[in-house]
């Protein structure tokens, strides 16, 4: 390829532009205001144009934009009619081009696209057999694995397009035209080919709409090769229409044509986006609502169910402002919006993968090793509880982090230029010391609490007693309320709060409170001196304020007692006078049995040492600890004498250790014969003069025995 200097003064590209700007009317008014501002500028001392903009107005700016788009737009129809005479010119033979010259052009493009989409044809079939049996390869393999894949896929791929774009070269320079020597018609072809070809395999890198096996994102195959067979037509039409034919046809045409071919184009790429919006409206409305429709109320869940109510008019009302940019400002203004666009969806995409990456680990059950699970049962379930909560956090923060860089892509915000101004970087600082606070606090918390749960498994370490159980629960409360509060304050104080006022206000409401809350202080009070003293713990059988049963929950102002009918009663200490603990040190089984007058005494002791021996033999035996304490005779009775025997038990288990007692006295009375007393009633029928009783005669019945006559008389006398 070779080249030809052309004297600057002589340069024909230099009168060409010339022309193109002399019939265009908008860049005519552009190049006049130009040479105006210059001239001013000159007279005024080289003031510049850029405040005088400045100072034009926001209305202004927008009547220019709205003047701006109307006569590009006039200009458009006027240059799309003049194109159409131009062409009727041409057929009716009275066109002043050169058509032999088209014709050559025509013939020579032609030999070059047929070559290019010859070698192109047999490089994607080649491709194409190589990236098959690699999809069948890593088919069912991790992600990983189908990633390399992927990157090997998409290297096939530009082997492929860049064998078919040098074929196109090494004809063009050897067979076409003059040898060793290329046109630009040429040029302009192989290169908008190379473009368009390359846009295509990252679209195919992307979508692998005819291998699944190494596609990475969530579609199947009719949504990938849907939105691939669009997506590739919508990029040929425009890529080649703007890198080539347009190129082309402004060599030998004038501006207006070509912009009119442009507009034409652009507005049937907008009706085809737009018909292509309308048409997945409903698809992606549905998987924007799957995360609320799933059960999610998040932040992100909720703003993904507003977009998918609105998404389709964004995207439609983009695409226009799009066209409306490039209409009214297309060296300018089109240029930063596609690069906004082009940057703001890379960081959605990377936003998006880091998001379901969080998601997954949301999603990812924590599992500890089977020793730490034996030591500590209830770390792997408060790891479970708290690990979605700080991930989806994480996410939020994701989410606002992709919010502001959009931002700084559009030059909303100038994120990057405050965080390297001091204000900056003394906030950024402030809130990453605050969130490390914050994650050190929560590792001290779940660190606190691992502890309090190892210093209570009884299968490890010593076994706690209730005083330790009670005293821990205390602590493991005392110390989250204390942790809390030093966390607060050391976040606030990071975040440039003098927490000085925090502190005096706090201690003026603590004695407002202690004078107007007496009760509450007067349980607490009471509260910390039961403490001292270790009257009850929890699990202790107590009686505290009239009520009877087992001290569930202790804390510093209250107890709370279950009784006997399962009830929970909630004392607070204030209106505690006695405490009666039943399970401090040992317990007392005191058996008092009511015997008849007329048994032996000692054949009664013999009798309920039976039973104690028997008692011990049993499972409450392990739990004696000490001999039958015999007391005797304590009190008579009116139908009955009383002796008592105590048994010396571990706390706790003299009720179960009596009522097995209970039971073998009985059994065993039974089987002695000795009575146990019971109010009854004795019919006395008088006596005669010899003082003897008559014999009571009571006839029965078949229906009714004489022992049931005997009974009902009796108790009607009684």
């Known amino acids: ?82 194109t159409f005479r131009q062409l009727g010119s041409v057929v009716s033979g009275q066109s002043r081009f050169e058509m032999v010259r088209l014709r050559d052009v025509g013939l020579a493009l032609g030999f070059v696209i047929a070559a290019i989409l010859g070698s192109f044809l047999m490089a994607r079939l080649l491709a194409e057999r190589l990236q098959t049996a690699l999809s069948r390869r890593v088919a069912g393999l991790s992600w990983p694995a189908r990633s390399l894949g992927l990157l090997v896929a998409v290297a096939v791929d530009l082997a492929g397009v860049a064998l078919a774009w040098g074929a196109g070269y090494l004809l063009v320079l050897n067979l076409v035209g003059t040898t060793g020597r290329i046109t630009l018609e040429q040029t302009l072809l192989l290169n ?16 692998e709409p005819r291998h699944p096996a190494m596609r990475l994102m969530p579609l199947d195959d009719t949504t990938a090769a849907y939105w691939y067979f669009w997506l590739a037509r919508l990029v040929s039409l425009l890529g080649y229409t703007f890198l080539f034919v347009a190129p082309v046809l402004g060599l030998y045409l004038p501006p207006a044509p070509v912009q009119a071919l442009k507009v034409l184009v652009v507005m049937s790429a907008l009706v085809i986006a737009i018909l292509i919006i309308l048409q997945n ?6 998987r924007l609502f799957a995360a609320r429709e799933a059960g999610r109320h998040d932040l992100l869940a909720q703003a993904s169910h507003f977009a998918g109510q609105f998404w389709h008019v964004v995207a439609i009302l983009y695409l226009v402002g799009v066209f409306f940019v490039w209409l009214v400002n297309p060296l300018r203004a089109l240029p930063f919006v596609l690069g906004a666009t082009v940057e703001s969806v890379a960081i959605g995409i990377i936003g998006g993968l ?8 949301v999603n990812i059950s924590v599992r500890l090793p089977e020793d730490v699970r034996l030591r500590l049962p209830l770390l792997e379930p408060r790891l479970r509880a708290f690990a979605p909560r700080v991930m989806q956090f994480v996410r939020l923060l994701i989410l606002f982090g992709v919010l502001l860089m959009i931002a700084q892509a559009w030059q909303l915000l100038d994120i990057l230029a405050w965080l390297s101004s001091a204000s900056g970087q ?56 204390a942790l809390a509060v030093l966390v607060v304050m050391l976040v606030l104080a990071q975040l440039g709060l003098n927490i000085a006022p925090l502190l005096a206000g706090a201690g003026v409401l603590g004695l407002a409170i202690g ?66 603990n039943m399970m401090r040190g040992f317990s007392f089984h005191v058996a008092e049995i009511g015997v008849a007058y007329r048994e032996n005494i000692p054949e009664v ?14 499972e409450h035996g392990e739990k004696i600890i000490g001999p039958l304490d015999m007391q005797g005779i304590t009190a008579f009775g009116d139908s009955a004498i009383t002796v008592r025997a105590r048994i010396k038990t571990l706390p706790g288990a003299q009720w179960g250790a009596g009522r097995a007692y209970n039971e073998l006295i009985k059994e065993i009375f039974d089987r002695r014969g000795i009575e146990i007393p019971f109010p009854h009633v004795t019919l006395y029928m008088g006596e005669d003069k010899q003082g003897k009783a008559p014999p009571l005669r009571v006839e029965g019945r078949a229906d009714r025995p004489a022992a049931a006559f005997t009974a009902a008389a009796a108790g009607a006398r009684g």
């Open 192 to 207: 908008a080919f190379l473009a368009v070809e390359l846009v295509k395999v990252a679209m195919r890198a992307v979508l």
């Open 1 to 82: 390829m070779t080249t030809t200097a052309v004297p600057a003064q002589a340069s024909p590209s230099s009168l060409d532009d010339l022309v193109r700007i002399l019939e265009d009317d908008g860049l005519r008014t552009e190049l006049l205001q130009r040479l105006k501002q210059r001239q001013v500028g000159q007279e005024n001392g080289e003031v510049a144009a850029a405040p005088a903009e400045a100072e034009s107005g926001f209305a202004r700016g927008i009547a220019e934009y709205t003047k701006a788009f109307a006569e590009q737009s006039a200009a458009a129809l006027s240059a799309a009619v003049q």
């Open 515 to 580: 004078f107007g809350a007496q009760k509450l202080v007067q349980d607490i009070i009471t509260g910390v001196f039961i403490q001292f003293e270790n009257v009850m713990n929890e699990g202790d059988v107590v009686q505290v304020g009239g009520k009877s049963g087992v001290v569930e929950r202790l804390t510093i102002r209250s107890v709370s007692i279950r009784s006997l009918d399962g009830t929970v009663h909630l004392i607070p200490f204030s209106s505690v006078d006695h405490v009666s």
């Open 605 to 618: 002791k013999e009798a309920m040492e039976e039973a104690f021996e028997r008692l011990r033999e049993t």
């Open 354 to 361: 880091v998001i379901a990456f969080v998601s997954r680990l």
């Open 426 to 481: 003394r906030l950024a600082g402030a809130l990453v010391s605050a969130g490390l606070i914050a994650l050190i606090g929560l590792a001290i918390y779940v660190a606190m609490l691992s502890w309090v749960e190892y210093r209570l498994n009884p299968d490890f370490g010593t076994v706690p007693t209730a005083r330790e159980k009670t005293l821990l629960a205390l602590f493991r409360n005392a110390f989250t309320v």
């Open 281 to 286: 409206r409903v698809q992606v409305r549905r």
